[in-house]
């Protein structure tokens, strides 16, 4: 019984992983040329992961606005309930970890999950990119 749950709880989102991954990869996210392309906007400016955005945001707009309002619980984690975010000021560590997010995403081409989705690309600088990740997000966990 305990071997049929724990598959259930990593299927499902081992499962929306993937398919996340692969829409990171066909919407060019993964491409840190493209990514920096968008970020560009004073130089040679590409708006095309705008669009990637703004699909994002259609597709799951109307998806939370039906969680909001229907559903209690997660539909396979009906024990744990929504994970909701507490916090609600603008503090001094919030302004800085958005700023070395921003600042390294402009810099580097990746965030987190497109970072993952492209170590599939077996290409050292990503790998590189993902161990320097790693690290970081450790060392925050220790501090």
Do not use: R
Request: net charge positive; hydrophobic share 55%.
């Amino acid at each position: 019984m305990g071997g049929a749950v724990m598959m259930k709880n990593i299927f499902i989102p081992l499962t929306s992983g993937i398919i996340f991954g692969i829409g990171l990869v066909i919407a060019g996210m993964t491409n840190p040329a493209k990514v920096m392309g968008f970020l560009n906007v004073f130089g040679n400016w590409d708006p095309s992961l705008m669009f990637v955005m703004g699909g994002a945001i259609v597709v799951s707009m109307p998806a939370f606005l039906f969680i909001g309002k229907k559903m209690s619980a997660p539909l396979f984690n009906k024990e744990e309930g929504f994970s909701q975010q507490l916090k609600k000021n603008i503090d001094s560590p919030l302004v800085l970890g958005s700023a070395m997010f921003g600042i390294g995403w402009a810099l580097v081409g990746f965030c987190p999950g497109p970072a993952i989705a492209a170590l599939t690309q077996v290409d050292g600088n990503v790998f590189m990119f993902f161990i320097a990740m790693s690290i970081g997000m450790l060392l925050k966990k220790i501090f």
